[in-house]
């Protein structure tokens, strides 16, 4: 990130949830939600069991992909999704 402004309002150590694949196998990020609650998920837009689940921290998220910071921005309750690490992001609102 070097000297520039930490892109989320939420603090750099905000834990949030992203998955095996993400984080040990090197899958792209392709799922990003902004929960209602304030959680944070960056995942590689697969199928997942608990037993994928890793806890990072937002910071972590960046370093694994400086991009992320483009999603700063999504409120509670919006989700974005991405077909590949090319492809724009879609942001939708979570069905309640």
């Known amino acids: 990130m070097n000297n ?4 989320f309002a939420d603090a750099p150590d905000t834990a949030c ?8 196998d090197n899958k792209p990020i392709l799922y990003v939600s902004h929960d209602e609650d304030g959680y ?3 995942l590689c837009g697969g199928n997942h069991t608990e037993d994928d689940a890793r806890i990072v921290s937002l910071a972590n ?3 694994i992909d400086a991009s992320m910071g483009d999603l700063a921005e999504l409120d509670y309750g919006e989700y974005a999704e991405a077909e590949d ?3 724009d992001w879609n942001v939708r609102y979570m069905k309640k």
């Open 4 to 7: 520039q402004k930490f892109p």
């Open 40 to 42: 944070w998920q960056f």
């Open 85 to 87: 690490e090319t492809s």
């Open 17 to 24: 949830l992203t998955c095996r694949h993400v984080l040990e």
């Open 61 to 63: 998220v960046l370093s």
